[in-house]
């Protein structure tokens, strides 16, 4: 029998890495989508997603990571 309550069995509380991985994911499918649908500018959004990303990996902050940590109060994992 588990020990932990019903309501929190199961659930797994995202980290900031994830979540902005799966927002980065994210602009990053419909920017491709739209640049196929809609104009090849849109391919701009992408770039400036893997470049919103790359400095979060040298900086560990990045124009997304300071709002979800200040609007969510999300942790990274190594914090």
């Known amino acids: ?3 932990t309550p019903p309501a929190t069995r199961g659930q797994t509380r995202w980290t900031l ?8 994911g994210t602009v990053t499918l419909v920017s491709v989508a739209l640049a196929v649908l809609v104009s090849p500018w849109f391919l701009l959004l992408a770039a400036l997603t893997g470049l919103s990303q790359w400095a979060y990996v040298l ?12 609007v969510t109060h999300l942790r990274g994992c190594a914090r």
Do not use: K
Request: aromatic fraction near 4%; proline fraction near 4%; charged fraction near 15%.
């Open 1 to 3: 029998m588990s020990t």
């Open 17 to 24: 890495e994830r979540m902005l991985f799966a927002l980065a």
């Open 59 to 70: 900086t560990g902050a990045c124009p997304a990571s300071l709002v979800l940590r200040r």
